[in-house]
């Protein structure tokens, strides 16, 4: 069995941010009394948009994320690219309730880790060599040697 403690540290840290934007878009919606839409509220909105924004990226840094760890292993680059990313959601989700310093860094480091990550994934994808059996399907009983054919 392997386990990516990153992936699954970031993964969970992730899904913690996503119940406090909920939980703050619930909050406005119960003092407001919207139960659907944003019903022309601007305070709403913000949090519904910074709740929004957060889903639009995290899938795409979490599944980074894993595939790098898988392929390269855990590191402390790894770790921090994580860190950042959580750290700028909950700036951004401030900066959307009116600290604009805040949603500027926000947007930044969730931009950064996500071109992180993405030349990451390049690059072991084109510039690290492969072998044609990794220590997984090794384990699995998978092969990549060719088979002929009778």
Do not use: C
Request: glycine share 8%.
């Amino acid at each position: 069995m392997f386990i990516y403690p990153i992936s699954l540290s970031i993964a969970a840290g992730a899904a913690l941010i996503n119940i406090w934007l909920m939980m703050r878009v619930g909050r406005v919606r119960t003092q407001e009394k919207i139960s659907v839409g944003d019903g022309g509220n601007e305070r709403l909105l913000r949090r519904m948009r910074a709740h929004s924004n957060y889903i639009e990226s995290a899938p795409f840094v979490l599944i980074l994320l894993f595939l790098t760890e898988s392929a390269l292993g855990s590191s402390m680059w790894l770790w921090a690219a994580g860190f950042l990313y959580l750290l700028g959601r909950i700036a951004h989700s401030f900066g959307m309730d009116g600290l604009s310093w805040a949603r500027m860094i926000g947007t930044l480091t969730t931009m950064v880790t996500l071109l992180g990550l993405a030349i990451t994934a390049l690059y072991i994808t084109y510039a690290t060599p492969t072998s044609t059996t990794t220590e997984m399907d090794m384990e699995m009983g998978i092969s990549n040697e060719a088979v002929p054919l009778d």
